[in-house]
Each structure stands twice: as structure tokens, then as C-alpha cells.
């Protein structure tokens, strides 16, 4: 009998253990307790408080990790303008495309379990894009591809696949008319679509955003057998208790849903756009969509921040091989392709790795860019950023449409100042 009551016991606390180290809170510190200037990062809080003063935007949230201890966490102003509703820390919030990073996660777990090859045809798990053509931007000119597009292709962007809204050339015409992205349709619908619209440039030459994130989505179901809501709630959200994170909100958490924001038809207003309460992310979406369907928090996104800083592992759970961490984060852009994402100057440093962008070249301390930092933001203008040399994570989000870097300037700069190296 002692030695059953002896063995219970071990195992309740290996339980308690296992949930604690899952579950606890990234530590805090005193900017100062890991080497960075507090009054600057004193300045970057009061940046963000005059914008929201001016009436600039509504609310914000920014969260900052240094050394993995957070040292900055604040809310600001409201979670929908002019309700007296305060922006919470905990607020949930649309990430848009900061989705990507999660989805090509995904696909690299798989890799890692080697169930997934980078350099595989997409057509190996997608027959749809075997024998795909490009178009050669005359008429209905098109030619053979020179080689398939891969799966590296899709983490990347240079899959020769587009949008379909950011321009108007023929590819782009033919997306509209084919009513890629529809509403209502699933990501196989995607896919049918997509098999029957030629590419827009010769796979691997150019980088071009483009939907190959929510292709990206398809293969990782297809190969795990799972729906992407359920491949991410289990194999990433879960494991990095993102409690919050996922393709809905659920009624019990509408009251820390933030509305959306824009503009008045004059432009100087601000205005809310899509309150909590009449969002399209109260009800489950047809089309998961891996490039820009996610809602999360900061507190969230800052661990899986912190998870790739760690080089794919956070409260000794570990989702990535360090070394798939150091081929997501180095730039993948030939220079071709870096010539064509940074407006014909490779030189700009905009490079891009598996899932995010990569600075190369040189660092720009004003600027708030540092070689080597990976990024990437949303399209209700929420950012992130992680600073390998400087040990920095950092989330800044707002909820404004169309896109903007308001709030990543205005704190940015201030934080790399702090840093002081």
C-alpha cells in the first residue's frame, strides 16, 4: 500500500510538473535586469500614448521579451473607439497575415518528421499543379514551366502564384475571374481554382506575395490528415499554451474580441469598421485559410515569438529542430528574386526566408532594422519582429485597415535604441 500511495504520488507530480512547464508565464524583469535602456523603452510606451492621444488610432497592445523575460506588456486606449471600452492586454485580436509564420511552422513540423520534403513537388500531395504553365504577360501567352513548383516554393513566395488584388496584370485578371479567394469557398476549392490559372512568373525566379501560404495550409492537411484548425490547436497552440489563438472567437471571449478601425470617407475620422459583436469571426469559416485567418493575442504570439528565438523550443517543449529554425529564419531569396521583392535593388535588405521576411545587409539603428531580425505583420496593421543578436521578441498590434506601420514606427526605433547594441 506505501508503495502504491509512493508511486501516485510520483506520478501526480509529474503532472503538475509537465502542466507548469506548459503552461507558465514567460518571467519578467526590469528592462534595465537584461541590459536595456529603460528610459527609452519609457519613450517607446509614450509614443504610443500620443498617437492614441491624437486620436491616431483607437488602442494598442505592445509586448516586449528580452533575454526570454518580458519587459514591457501595456495595453493602450481603447478596444473600440469611442465605446469607453479599455483596451485590455489580454484583448484577441485579427492577425491576418501574420498567420503565415504559424502555417509554414506547421509544414515545417512535418518536414522534421520527415513526412514532408522541402524541395518536393507540390503536385506529390496537390495533383492539381502538375503540369501548371506560366504566363508570359502577352494576351493569353503561355509557356512550360522549367521546373515544378515546391514546397519551399510556397514558404517563400516564389511559387509564381500571386494574389490577385494588389495588381491587375493577366494573371491577376484571371484570379479575379475565376473568383480565387471567394467567399464561401473551402482551401480545396482554392486549390481546383488555382490548378486552372497559369503562374504569373517561372517558379523560384521572383518573389511575388501571393496565396502560396494558404496552399501551403492544403499541404499540411493533406499530409497530416487534419483540418489546419485542428493541426494548429494540436500540434502548436496546445503545445505553447496559445490558449486564445484559432480561426474563431468564442462566445465567452467576444467581451476581449477588439473591433476593427479604419478611416472616414474623408479620411481623418477614425471610425469603427466591424464591431466584436457583428464579426465574421463569430462563426467557423468555410476556408482555413494558413495565410491570413488566425485571431490571437499578444501574450500568445509572443510565445511563439519566444519558441523561435529559442530555436524551436519554449517551456521545454519543443516543436522544431534548431537547425529548422536557422533554414527558416536565413534569407532564401536568390538575388533575382531579391532584385524583384525590393523594387530592382537587391540592396535594400528586404529578404525573405521560410514564412516571414529577413534583414540582411546593413543595420539601420534609426531605421529600427537590425541584420538578421525576422518579421512580418497583418493587414489590420498588427507586427511583429524577433532580433537574434539583440535576444528581442516583440509584438505591437492595433486593429486598423488598410495596413499601416504607424504603431511599428513609432515604437521600433525606440526599442533598438534600448537595446544599445
Known amino acids: 500500500m506505501q508503495i502504491t500511495k ?63 523575460k518580458v519587459v514591457l506588456f501595456e495595453a493602450f486606449g481603447e478596444s473600440e473607439a469611442g465605446s469607453g471600452k479599455a483596451m485590455r492586454t489580454d484583448a484577441i485580436v485579427r492577425i491576418y497575415s501574420m498567420t503565415k509564420p504559424i502555417t509554414t511552422v506547421a509544414a515545417m513540423i512535418l518536414v522534421d518528421e520527415g513526412k514532408l520534403g522541402l524541395d518536393d513537388p507540390v503536385s506529390k500531395y496537390l495533383p492539381e499543379f502538375k503540369a501548371l504553365r506560366v504566363h508570359t504577360g502577352k494576351g493569353d501567352e503561355t509557356v512550360e514551366a522549367r ?56 517558379p523560384g525566379t521572383r518573389w511575388q506575395y501571393s496565396v502560396s501560404t494558404d496552399v501551403l495550409g492544403r499541404v499540411v492537411e493533406v499530409v497530416s490528415g487534419q483540418g489546419l484548425d485542428v493541426f494548429f490547436a494540436e500540434r502548436i497552440f496546445k503545445p505553447l499554451d496559445m ?130 531580425e525576422y518579421y512580418w505583420g497583418g493587414a489590420a496593421s498588427t507586427h511583429f519582429w524577433v532580433s537574434p543578436r539583440q535576444e528581442l521578441a516583440v509584438v505591437a498590434l492595433e486593429q486598423f485597415q488598410p495596413y499601416r506601420v504607424l504603431l511599428y514606427e513609432a515604437v521600433k526605433p525606440m526599442i533598438y535604441k534600448a537595446a544599445k547594441k
Open 243 to 372: 490558449k486564445d489563438s484559432g480561426f474563431i472567437v468564442p462566445k465567452d471571449k467576444l467581451s476581449r474580441f477588439a473591433a476593427n478601425h479604419g478611416f472616414d470617407t474623408k479620411g481623418k475620422k477614425l471610425t469603427v469598421t466591424e464591431t466584436a459583436e457583428k464579426s465574421v469571426y463569430t462563426s467557423p469559416p468555410k476556408m482555413l485559410s494558413g495565410g491570413g485567418g488566425c485571431l490571437s493575442t499578444a501574450r500568445d504570439y509572443l510565445r511563439f515569438c519566444q519558441m523561435l528565438l529559442n530555436g524551436g523550443e519554449l517551456d521545454g517543449v519543443r516543436l522544431l529542430k534548431k537547425a529548422t529554425v536557422a533554414e527558416m529564419t536565413r534569407n532564401q531569396l536568390s538575388e533575382e528574386a531579391m532584385k524583384a521583392k525590393n523594387g530592382g535593388n537587391a540592396e535594400v535588405g528586404e529578404g525573405f526566408g521560410l514564412g516571414f521576411g529577413v534583414r540582411v545587409g546593413k543595420d539601420a539603428p534609426a531605421a529600427g532594422r537590425a541584420v538578421g
Open 147 to 202: 521546373r515544378e513548383v515546391t514546397v519551399r516554393d510556397l514558404t517563400r513566395h516564389t511559387s509564381g502564384l500571386t494574389y490577385g488584388v494588389f495588381g491587375n496584370s493577366p494573371v491577376d485578371q484571371l484570379y479575379k475571374k475565376a473568383g480565387v479567394l471567394a467567399r464561401g469557398d473551402s482551401l480545396q476549392d482554392l486549390i481546383t481554382k488555382l490548378g486552372k490559372v497559369p503562374l504569373m512568373y517561372q
Open 6 to 68: 509512493r508511486l501516485l504520488l510520483g506520478v501526480l507530480v509529474v503532472l503538475l510538473v509537465t502542466r507548469w512547464a506548459v503552461s507558465a508565464e514567460l518571467p519578467t524583469a526590469k528592462p534595465a535586469e537584461v541590459g536595456l535602456d529603460p528610459d527609452k523603452i519609457h519613450k517607446a510606451r509614450e509614443a504610443v500614448r500620443a498617437l492614441v492621444q491624437k486620436k491616431e488610432m483607437a488602442g494598442a497592445i505592445v509586448a516586449v521579451a528580452c533575454k526570454g
